[in-house]
Each structure stands twice: as C-alpha cells, then as structure tokens.
C-alpha cells in the first residue's frame, strides 16, 4: 500500500526549521539562498519591499506594476506561439548571446553514440524525449495522451517504492527520501530506447467523465484519468510500486522563482493553521546535491529540486539519458537489473570532462532557464478583468497563489535582482484533496500534496502549447475544470466557485486568462 511520511514528522520538522531560522541557530544555514550571491537588505530596503508588495483594496483600476508580472524582465505579450521564448528584457548584450547559446543547446536534438557529431552523442540508451525541447513545447506546457492508444507528448510517469521507517526520519538529517528507486526501473519509467534495448513500458491511459452542477444551471465535466504502465519491457513492477504522472511545466520567470528570498516564502508557512484559515502550506526541503546540504526546494510539481542548476541535471539525466557531472552515469536512470543497458556505449567526451555534457553546457542551458522572459498581463483595464480580480481575492485564492514578491538583491549584474514580480504562487506545499492525490510521497511531501503552481502566463497556453490541458497531469482541459479538481486546502475555495453566479466564474476565468 503507499505510504506517506506520518504526520508526527509533517507536522513537527517544519516547526523545527522554522524557529531554527527565527532564532539563527546553526541547523537553519542549510536553508539560505546558498545557491545565490546575495547582498542582504538593509531595513530601508525592507520597508520599500514591503510598501511595494502591499495589495491595494481598490478593485475598480489596474494596480501598479502588476501588468509587468517578471518586474524589469518582463517583454512584450506577443500573439505568436514563440511567446514564452524570449530572452527576458533586462539581459546585457552578452547575457543575450548566451541566452541565444543556450536556446541552441535546450533545442538540441541528442543522437546515439558513436556519433561524428560528438558534442550531442550520448542519447538514451533509455529516454523519454531527445531534447529539452521536445518535453517543454516552445518552452511551454507538455501535452498529455488524449486516451488509449495515443501517443504521450511530454508526459512520463515517476516510480518509487516506500522505504523503511527509518529512513524517513533520516531523510531529514541525512536527505534520504522516504522513497526508494523501484529496483528494476529506477526512478522514472522511459518509453523510447535505442535500437537493441527495449523501451520501459507504454503509457496507458483512460478517462472517466464525472459531471459537475454549478450554480445558475451551468454543468462542468472532468475526466478523471487511470494510468497503467503496459508493455513493460524489464519484467513486472516492484509490488510496492508508486506511479504519478508528470507533464512538463512551462518554463518562464524560473530565475525570479529561484531569487525569491527563502524567508520571505518561509514566513508564509502555517504547518499547524496557526491562523485558522484552513490553510496549512509547509516548505520542501530537499538535499543539494551541489552543495552537500538540505535546501528549500522550488522546481518541480513536487518541489523536488532546489535549484534549476540541479533540475536541469536531473532532466538531462532522467529524461534524455545525458550524464553531467551533477548526474556522471553514463547509463542515465537505467539500474542494476538493466545489464544491457548499464553495459551500453557512453558518449562522454574527453573534452567535455568525460561527461555528455560538462558543466559549462549545463550551466549556459541553466542560464536560459533562467531568463526566459514573462509576457506582460493583457487586458488589465477590462472591467470584466477588473472584477475577475475582486472575485479571484475574495475567494481566498491568494491564500496559495501568494501575488507578488521582491527577488532578493543580488551582486553583479544578475537580471533577476531586485525586481517587483508577480508570479501568483507561495512555492509551498499543500494538501489538494484525494481527487487530485497520486499516493506518491516525494522529499517532505506526502501522497496528496502539490507545490502551488505559478500562475503567470497561464492564459497564453493555447497559443504557446496549442491546448489548455493543466494541473501535473493535464487532466484539466480548461482553468475552469483545474479550479473545480482543487481539494483538500483549497476544497472550500473550489465551492466558493462552483456556487457564485455564472457571470462571477465567468469574470473570474477571464482574469486568469489576463495573467
């Protein structure tokens, strides 16, 4: 049966962490913003931090600086499906020509070794994708099967087995998950291979139609998917095995994410709903590979990672079969039982360290991660926006999509310094209800709880992706249907919706398609 951490552990470790860092002991270094060079604010600077991200409760007028969602980074919206590809606007001449580097390398298409080309060899030999790209879709969201039979773009499914007691316990002192690889198939299931290994499995799945009555004579339908691994290729499943599918996010405004000061999203945290509101958001706190530490964690639809250096190396690693010298097997998630695999040809390059790719192209595709820009808000004024807002605040949605924050200052010229942003997320974790549970326990979070998804540019799905599927698994075809699969935490918002008068839902989708 799956397993989640027990709550004694839930509920006491984040209390820990976060009277150790109100009271500077020692344990709470682990959690500041190592990753990042980091001037500290002077309380001049604090009382502007907080005069600038103090909401106004007039709803009848657009609000200052919230049109600019990625503060100084923010380009403008274009009406092209290359929206969520441009440089942010702030980039010096050369953080452009690597940002211009970088995009080349995300596009790259990775070839099996031996290869001539021996900068891009190095493919698989188990994968899921052959670049970045082809996960995140002009560096927007995956697109999940539609059902039987249809191939998934951009969609695998992570696997785990519970570890033993212990080692949860441990994994706050040492940062062993509460989870272990499945035995035979590693951490995530790839369904492509090269020629002469057999791909992992085919990902099946099957939708369930669920009517939903909303007020004023309006019906919703979800679909509510099953997954099956089919056509495993290495034998049968461990028979403890957890599986919980993945659609690759969209990429914009990670480097903002990522230069969000950790107080400022710790002090958000309320484990015990000190403030009885129902709720109890509680940070990810994963450990560094790179800094041989715990950090907070950011990226990833369970905060998995605390760096985008570290999710880029585990993509690469995971998801394409690339060694880096985060992630140096040659073999990428193939395990012990996967002999063929594990004896397969490696692409390391001697130039290149001995890895698929070295640290200078891990770091310059971070970068581009990084600075990919956020397209200004449309339609600010719109009356009909204007009292989508109202309803989207007083419905308690900001309870989780926190607005707005201030980057930390950083030294150098790093474009993410500083900036007023407006991503629409408190990067914690949160209980969002059996509905939307995949029984799967990652790092601190158990087996119902998501990190909250940013909001910022979620309307230009349909132009960027070419569909409107979200939530991790993009069960929802519409912002309609996410909000409705909302539980848990966000249960008593998810009614608010579905009992407000039509025209209120209408003006509150209206507002989300604004972001």
Known sequence: MPVSTPKTYRTFLPIIVIASICAGMTAAQSLEDIHLNVVPRTETERARVDAATALPTDFSKAWPFEQNGGGAQTVRSRDTADAFSQPAANLTFEQELEFRIGNGMFRRVWVSPPASTLASDGLGPLYNARSCQRCHLKDGRGHPPEGPGDSAVSMFLRISIPAPEASEIAAYIDGIHPTAPDPTYGTQLQDFSLPGHKPEYRLDVSYEEIEVPLAGGEVAHLRAPTYRAADLGYGPLHANAMLSPRVAPQMIGMGLLEAIPSEDILAL?????????????????????????????????????????????????????????????????????????????????????????????????????????????????????????????????????????????????????????????????????????????????????????????????????????????????????????HGGEAQHARDTVVDMPPEERAALIKYLESL
Not at 276 to 294: E, K, R
Not at 427 to 447: C, Q, S, T, V, Y
């Open 269 to 485: 945290a309320d484990p015990e709903d000190v403030d009885g509101d129902g709720i109890s958001g509680w940070p990810q706190i994963v450990w560094s590979d790179v800094y041989d530490q715990p950090m907070l964690g950011r990226f990833g639809h369970k905060a998995g990672n605390p760096t985008l250096l570290e999710q880029t190396a585990s993509a690469f690693a995971g998801d394409i079969g690339i060694s880096n010298p985060i992630h140096p097997a040659g073999s990428g998630d193939c395990t012990d039982a996967q002999t063929d695999c594990r004896a397969a040809m490696h692409g390391g390059d001697a130039e290149q360290s001995g890895f698929e790719i070295d640290q200078v192209g891990l770091d310059i595709v971070t970068f581009y991660s990084q600075t990919l820009a956020v397209p200004a808000r449309r339609n600010v004024s719109d009356p009909e926006v204007l009292r989508g807002r109202e309803v989207f605040y007083t419905t308690g949605c900001p309870s989780c999509h926190r607005p707005n924050y201030v980057t930390h200052r950083l030294e150098g010229d790093n474009p993410a310094s500083f900036q007023l942003i407006w991503p629409y997320t408190d990067l914690l974790l949160h209980d969002m209800g059996p509905g939307l549970a995949d029984n799967r326990p990652e790092g601190r979070a158990n087996g119902q709880e998501w990190r909250t998804a940013p909001l910022w540019g979620i309307g230009m799905t349909k132009l960027v992706s070419g569909h409107t599927y979200f939530l991790h698994d993009g069960r929802a075809r519409s912002l309609l249907e996410a909000v409705l699969w």
